[in-house]
C-alpha cells in the first residue's frame, strides 16, 4: 500500500509513529519559517507541518505544491501546539520527512471546499471535482448507508433481490418510455424499463414469495428538481398478502430507516383516504407537518349577493394562523401568488380576524360582521388570525388553495426539515378521466386491482370505482406507491379494455401476462418507493440531483460526458435508422 494510515484515523494515541499518507492538497499556508499543509481523502484531513529550520530545502518543495496536488508523504505524528477540537485528527500533525508528488493539479474551476463558488452547471460539467466535496460526498455515504439498511431488513424479512432486464418492451406507468434500436431486428426497439412491474408480478407466478430489488427506472418525462430521466426505486413485491401486510412491512422498513440512520423514533404512520386527503388538503400528498386544513364553506357565503361565490361549486378556506398582520402589499403578494398562470386561479378572498376581535374582509360589501363571525367560528379561527378563500370549480380549487397553503406554510416556516411526518394514503380512485385522449386512465396502472366490494361498479360507474391502491407520503412528497395486483386474466382483459385497449392490443403488448395468469397465478401485490427522494429527505435536500453521483441537468443532459449526443452514419445504417433533417 502507498500509504500506512488515512488522513481521518491518526490521534493522540499514536504520537511518535512513523507514518505515510497520500492525499490531495486542500489547502497551504505559511507562518514564519513554517509550511503547514491540510491534506485530504475520502476519510478526513491531517495537518502536514515543513520547518525551515529541519530541512529548508523540503519546506520550499512543500511550498511549490498547489491545491488539489496528489502527495505521498512520510513523518512523525506530533502533538500539535494549537488544537482543533472540531477536527477529528485536530489534535495531532505529521511532521514530514519526505514529500513526493504523486501529480500534480490544474486549479479547480471552483473551490473544493463546503462553501463552493461554483454554480450548479460548472459542478455538473466537473462533477468528479464536485464529488470530493464533504456535503456531496457525504449525501453518497448516506445513500450507501440507507441502501446496506434496506437490503439488511428486506433480508430478515424474507425478501430475495432478483435482477431483472434492462432491454423490455413498455410497461404503462404513465409515462413515455426511452426506446433502444436492436441492430439484430432492424425496425424494431426494445423500451427501457418505466419500472420493473410486470417481472416482478412474473416472479411471484414463479413461486418466489417475495421479492425485492433496487434498480433503476426510466421514464421520459419533463424534468422538474425531485424528478430526472433514469432514477432508482426499491422495487417489491408480495405473495399471499392483503394491503394491510403490505402497509406494515414497509412501514417498518421506513421506521428502521428512520431509526438506525437519523436516531428518529417515527409512531404508526396515520392513514388518510384519498377522498379525505383531497377534501381537507386539496392534494393526494399532504404535507401535515402543520395543520391548517380546508374547510368547505358554501352554505355560509352563498345567497349572499356575492355572485363569485353564488355560482362557484366550491367554496372553500384555510385559515392562516397569527397572518391578520399581513400587510395589504403582503396580501396582493398572494392574490398574485394565485393568480400565475401555473396556478390559475381568479383571485383570492380574505378576512382579518382582527386582534382587537373586529373582522374585515375583502367583500365587506356582500357581507355583515356577523356573518364574518360565522365563517371564522367554523374555521377556528382566532384574533390575530387570517382567513384566505378561494372559490370555483371542485378539482381546480382544491389544486389552486393546496398550493396556497404551502406558499403559506412556507412563508410562516413551518417546513421544518429535521420534522418527519409521514402517512399512507390509500383508496385511490381506479381511473381518471382524461381529457385530452377522451378516454380512462389508470391512475396508478392497469395491473392495480379495484376493491372487491366497488367491482360491481366497473360497468355502471367506472370513475367511482376505488383502487387497492396505497401512496407513502413524507413531508408532502410522494416516496412510494403500490396496490394489490389482478391476478385473474378475466379482470385483466375487462381492466384493458375499459383502458381503451383492443383485445389484440392488449394481446400484443400484455398476452405474456395474462398467459401467465393461466398457470395459477397467486394473490399478490407490491410497492416501489423511490430510494433518491427517500434519501434527499433523508439529507434534508429539495433536489434529487445531490444524492446521485452523476445527475442529468434539468433538459436532461449529462453535461459532463455530453450525452445524449448524435451517433455516426454507420452506427445508423447499422441500426437501420435515418434522421430526419431538421427544416
Ligand atoms: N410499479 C409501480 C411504480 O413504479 C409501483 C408498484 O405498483 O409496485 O410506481
Same mark, same amino acid.
Given at each position: 500500500?502507498?500509504?500506512?494510515?488515512?488522513?481521518?484515523?491518526?490521534?493522540?494515541?499514536?504520537?511518535?509513529?512513523?507514518?505515510?499518507?497520500?492525499?490531495?492538497?486542500?489547502?497551504?499556508?505559511?507562518?514564519?519559517?513554517?509550511?503547514f499543509?491540510?491534506?485530504?481523502?475520502?476519510?478526513?484531513?491531517?495537518?502536514l507541518?515543513?520547518?525551515?529550520?529541519?530541512?529548508?530545502?523540503?519546506?520550499?518543495?512543500?511550498?511549490?505544491?498547489?491545491?488539489?496536488?496528489?502527495?505521498?508523504?512520510?513523518?512523525?505524528?506530533?502533538?500539535?501546539a494549537?488544537?482543533?477540537?472540531? *477536527?477529528?485528527t485536530?489534535e /495531532?500533525?505529521?511532521?514530514?520527512?519526505?514529500?513526493?508528488?504523486? =501529480?500534480?493539479?490544474?486549479?479547480?474551476?471552483?473551490?473544493?471546499?463546503?462553501?463552493?463558488?461554483?454554480?450548479?452547471?460548472?459542478?455538473?460539467?466537473y462533477?468528479?471535482?464536485?464529488?470530493?466535496?464533504?456535503?456531496?460526498?457525504? =449525501?453518497?455515504?448516506l445513500?450507501?448507508t440507507?441502501?446496506?439498511?434496506?437490503?439488511?431488513?428486506?433480508?430478515?424479512?424474507?425478501?430475495?433481490e432478483?435482477?431483472?432486464?434492462?432491454?423490455?418492451?413498455?410497461?404503462?406507468?404513465?409515462?413515455?418510455?426511452?426506446?433502444?434500436?436492436?441492430? *439484430?431486428?432492424p425496425?424494431?426497439?426494445?423500451?427501457?424499463p418505466?419500472?420493473?412491474?410486470?417481472?416482478?408480478?412474473?416472479?411471484?407466478?414463479?413461486?418466489?414469495?417475495?421479492?425485492?430489488?433496487i434498480?433503476?427506472c426510466?421514464?421520459?418525462?419533463?424534468?422538474?428538481?425531485?424528478?430526472?430521466?433514469?432514477?432508482?426505486?426499491i422495487?417489491?413485491?408480495?405473495?399471499?398478502?392483503?394491503?394491510?401486510?403490505?402497509? !406494515?412491512?414497509?412501514?417498518?422498513?421506513?421506521?428502521?430507516?428512520?431509526?438506525n440512520?437519523k436516531g428518529?423514533?417515527?409512531?404508526?404512520?396515520?392513514? $388518510? !383516504?384519498?377522498?379525505?386527503a383531497?377534501?381537507?388538503?386539496?392534494?393526494?400528498?399532504?404535507?401535515?407537518?402543520?395543520?391548517?386544513?380546508?374547510?368547505?364553506?358554501?352554505?355560509?357565503?352563498?345567497?349572499k349577493g356575492?355572485s363569485?361565490f353564488?355560482?362557484?361549486?366550491?367554496?372553500?378556506?384555510?385559515?392562516?394562523?397569527?397572518?391578520?398582520?399581513?400587510?395589504?402589499?403582503?396580501?396582493?403578494?398572494?392574490t398574485?401568488?394565485?393568480?400565475?398562470?401555473?396556478i390559475?386561479?381568479?383571485?383570492l378572498?380574505?378576512?382579518?380576524?382582527?386582534?382587537?376581535?373586529?373582522?374585515?374582509?375583502?367583500v365587506?360589501?356582500?357581507?355583515?360582521?356577523?356573518?364574518?363571525?360565522?365563517?371564522?367560528?367554523? *374555521?377556528?379561527?382566532?384574533?390575530?388570525?387570517?382567513?384566505?378563500?378561494?372559490?370555483?370549480?371542485?378539482?381546480? @380549487?382544491?389544486?389552486?388553495?393546496?398550493?396556497?397553503?404551502?406558499?403559506?406554510?412556507?412563508?410562516?416556516?413551518?417546513? !421544518?426539515?429535521?420534522?418527519?411526518?409521514?402517512?399512507?394514503?390509500?383508496?385511490?380512485?381506479?381511473?381518471?378521466? %382524461?381529457?385530452?385522449? =377522451?378516454?380512462?386512465?389508470?391512475?396508478?396502472?392497469p395491473?392495480?386491482?379495484?376493491?372487491?366490494?366497488?367491482?360491481?361498479k366497473?360497468?355502471?360507474?367506472?370513475?367511482?370505482?376505488?383502487?387497492?391502491?396505497? %401512496? $407513502?407520503v413524507? =413531508?408532502?412528497?410522494?416516496?412510494?406507491?403500490?396496490? /394489490?395486483?389482478?391476478?385473474?386474466q378475466?379482470?385483466?382483459?375487462?381492466?384493458?379494455?375499459?383502458?381503451?385497449?383492443?383485445?389484440e392490443?392488449?394481446?400484443?403488448?400484455?398476452?405474456?401476462?395474462?398467459?401467465?395468469?393461466?398457470?395459477?397465478?397467486?394473490?399478490?401485490?407490491?410497492?416501489?418507493?423511490?430510494?433518491?427522494?427517500?434519501?434527499?429527505?433523508?439529507?434534508?435536500?429539495?433536489?434529487?440531483r445531490?444524492?446521485i453521483?452523476?445527475?442529468?441537468? !434539468?433538459?436532461?443532459?449529462?453535461?459532463m460526458?455530453?450525452?445524449?449526443?448524435?451517433?455516426?452514419?454507420?452506427?445508423? @445504417?447499422?441500426?437501420?435508422i435515418?434522421?430526419?433533417k431538421?427544416?
Amino acid at each position: 500500500m502507498l500509504r500506512t494510515h488515512t488522513c481521518g484515523e491518526l490521534s493522540l494515541a499514536d504520537l511518535g509513529k512513523e507514518v505515510k499518507l497520500c492525499g490531495w492538497v486542500q489547502k497551504s499556508r505559511d507562518l514564519g519559517g513554517m509550511t503547514f499543509i491540510d491534506m485530504r481523502d475520502r476519510f478526513g484531513i491531517t495537518q502536514l507541518t515543513f520547518n525551515s529550520d529541519d530541512d529548508p530545502a523540503l519546506r520550499a518543495n512543500a511550498r511549490e505544491l498547489g491545491r488539489e496536488y496528489v502527495i505521498q508523504v512520510s513523518g512523525t505524528v506530533i502533538e500539535r501546539a494549537s488544537k482543533n477540537l472540531k *477536527m477529528a485528527t485536530g489534535e /495531532i500533525e505529521i511532521k514530514v520527512s519526505q514529500l513526493d508528488v504523486l =501529480n500534480s493539479a490544474k486549479l479547480p474551476p471552483f473551490l473544493i471546499e463546503d462553501e463552493t463558488d461554483g454554480g450548479e452547471d460548472i459542478r455538473l460539467k466537473y462533477r468528479y471535482l464536485d464529488l470530493r466535496r464533504n456535503p456531496v460526498r457525504n =449525501n453518497l455515504i448516506l445513500r450507501h448507508t440507507m441502501a446496506q439498511e434496506i437490503r439488511k431488513y428486506l433480508d430478515t424479512e424474507n425478501f430475495i433481490e432478483v435482477e431483472t432486464p434492462v432491454l423490455i418492451k413498455s410497461t404503462p406507468e404513465g409515462a413515455r418510455d426511452f426506446v433502444v434500436p436492436s441492430r *439484430m431486428n432492424p425496425g424494431e426497439f426494445y423500451a427501457l424499463p418505466q419500472s420493473p412491474q410486470t417481472f416482478k408480478q412474473l416472479l411471484m407466478i414463479s413461486g418466489f414469495d417475495r421479492y425485492f430489488q433496487i434498480v433503476k427506472c426510466f421514464r421520459d418525462e419533463d424534468l422538474r428538481a425531485d424528478r430526472q430521466p433514469e432514477f432508482t426505486q426499491i422495487d417489491c413485491e408480495l405473495t399471499f398478502v392483503e394491503q394491510e401486510d403490505i402497509l !406494515n412491512i414497509f412501514e417498518g422498513l421506513v421506521r428502521h430507516l428512520f431509526k438506525n440512520i437519523k436516531g428518529v423514533i417515527l409512531n404508526d404512520f396515520p392513514r $388518510m !383516504n384519498y377522498a379525505d386527503a383531497m377534501r381537507l388538503y386539496g392534494s393526494d400528498k399532504p404535507d401535515i407537518r402543520f395543520d391548517m386544513k380546508f374547510v368547505e364553506i358554501n352554505e355560509l357565503v352563498q345567497k349572499k349577493g356575492f355572485s363569485v361565490f353564488d355560482k362557484a361549486e366550491l367554496v372553500v378556506a384555510i385559515n392562516a394562523q397569527d397572518c391578520a398582520v399581513y400587510t395589504r402589499k403582503q396580501l396582493d403578494e398572494l392574490t398574485d401568488f394565485v393568480k400565475k398562470p401555473q396556478i390559475g386561479a381568479t383571485g383570492l378572498v380574505y378576512i382579518r380576524y382582527n386582534v382587537d376581535g373586529t373582522l374585515k374582509s375583502s367583500v365587506d360589501k356582500f357581507y355583515t360582521e356577523d356573518q364574518l363571525k360565522a365563517i371564522a367560528d367554523k *374555521m377556528d379561527s382566532k384574533p390575530g388570525d387570517l382567513i384566505l378563500i378561494m372559490a370555483g370549480s371542485v378539482d381546480k @380549487t382544491r389544486k389552486q388553495l393546496s398550493e396556497l397553503r404551502l406558499e403559506i406554510a412556507d412563508r410562516k416556516g413551518l417546513k !421544518n426539515k429535521e420534522t418527519f411526518a409521514p402517512l399512507w394514503v390509500t383508496d385511490f380512485p381506479l381511473l381518471e378521466w %382524461d381529457e385530452e385522449s =377522451n378516454r380512462y386512465h389508470a391512475m396508478h396502472h392497469p395491473f392495480t386491482a379495484p376493491k372487491p366490494e366497488d367491482m360491481a361498479k366497473l360497468d355502471t360507474e367506472p370513475l367511482s370505482v376505488r383502487a387497492n391502491a396505497y %401512496d $407513502m407520503v413524507i =413531508n408532502g412528497s410522494e416516496v412510494g406507491g403500490g396496490s /394489490i395486483r389482478i391476478f385473474n386474466q378475466d379482470v385483466q382483459a375487462k381492466m384493458f379494455d375499459l383502458l381503451g385497449f383492443t383485445p389484440e392490443e392488449a394481446k400484443k403488448q400484455f398476452g405474456f401476462l395474462m398467459d401467465a395468469f393461466t398457470y395459477g397465478a397467486p394473490p399478490h401485490g407490491g410497492i416501489a418507493l423511490g430510494f433518491d427522494r427517500l434519501v434527499s429527505i433523508f439529507a434534508g435536500l429539495d433536489s434529487i440531483r445531490d444524492v446521485i453521483a452523476f445527475p442529468k441537468n !434539468n433538459a436532461g443532459r449529462d453535461v459532463m460526458i455530453d450525452s445524449p449526443s448524435s451517433i455516426d452514419e454507420k452506427q445508423l @445504417t447499422e441500426l437501420s435508422i435515418q434522421i430526419k433533417k431538421k427544416d
